[in-house]
């Protein structure tokens, strides 16, 4: 949902997005609402962002920081160099889950905007398929 630009600039006006990174170690997963899984054998592609302080209150709002997701420092690849970034993850408890169409909607639109294909969501979307 973050990777979104229109629902990002509702909620932190102030951030900027730097494109997009590759998250080694880690997978798309659903859990109703989008999760960086860990996983040794894959790659994600996510929507990099430069926030304020105020951004990363209201963000950690929306997510629901620190019962419904976490936060964790990883390492992404960035104009050349490496540089640590902060990525929301859900909480171990939570179950696989079918995203709502809206929600779902707004992060194609959020990878689209990024020029992330979509096939990670596709992938995704199909794992989940396999797990219910």
Known sequence: MNSNKDSMAQ??????SLGSVVLDGH??????FCDAVADPQSQMV?????ITENCERSLDALEGYPHF???KE?????????????????KDYYDYGIPSRSYLDMVVEGYRQHNIEVSQIV??????????
């Open 74 to 90: 990883v390492e992404v690849m960035h104009n050349g160099r490496n540089i640590r970034a902060m990525i929301y993850y859900m």
């Open 27 to 32: 997978k798309l997963a659903f859990k109703h």
């Open 46 to 50: 996510c929507a990099l962002w430069d």
């Open 11 to 16: 909620r932190c006006p102030a951030a900027k």
């Open 69 to 71: 997701y976490g936060k």
């Open 123 to 132: 992938d995704a979307l199909e794992e989940l398929e396999e797990c219910t």
